[in-house]
């Protein structure tokens, strides 16, 4: 589905991400692990257009999108969550979504033949919030929900602009086991429905439990690439990153 061809990309003397090629395959939940200031942030910034990389290519269904702006590369189907949540904290859960729903379809292929749907718009915008568990909040303000609500409304939105890939960064960070849990069957229950996703996370019992296959990124390389079970293995990975005591 995404192919990342020889990717690098520098920040003044800093290389950020160097010769990086993996792939994302359709269908598949590919976690994304590696050290602090790795470069897996950066890569989903290359991917999603806010970055351009010095070298390399990123071919998405077939379409180069190495040089594309976000806006053109999530109408082909990318979407993504940031590390920091960033929503409209004053405006209900419900605000948020109806921003970008009306957004999406008015800059749309569609706008013409949908005209101004307010209710459909309404009424998808609740679907939304009930598939991330927030239809009993949906006109709470965003600044009374709590982090872990926050981050599933993160991905509602994300989920609004209909992708084919969606690209999380840290969806976990900071939610409790429990919370933890709940973002692991969205993710799950994304998978069924077709969506392909691929998981930035320092957690290991949630990357191990949600991923098909992990891509390990150490100072911008990938330092190794396999099942789950292969990279808790791999005597590379252990050195960079899960340390000698790691325990599946
Ligand atoms: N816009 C930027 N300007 C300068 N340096 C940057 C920029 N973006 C990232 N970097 C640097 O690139 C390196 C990789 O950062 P990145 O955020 O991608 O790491 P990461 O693997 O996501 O880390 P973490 O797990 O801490 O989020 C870091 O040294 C970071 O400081």
Redesign the pocket.
Known sequence: MLKVEGVG?R??G?I??NNVTFEIRKGEVLGII????????????VISGL?KPDEGVIIFEGKNITTMPPHKIVRLGISRTF?TVSLYFNLPAIGNLLITLTAWYRSGVLSALREENGDETFKEAMELLNFVGLDEKAFTPVKNLPQEAQRRLSIAIALATKPKLLLL??PTAGLNLEETDRILEIIRTLKERGVTVAI?E?KMRFIMGVSDRIVV?DS?EIIAEGSPKEIVENERVIKAYLGESYVV
Request: net charge negative.
């Open positions: 990309i920040f003044g800093l950020a991400l590696g050290p602090n200031g790795a470069g897996k942030t950066t890569l989903f910034n970055y590390q960064d840290e930035i320092h990124l911008g």
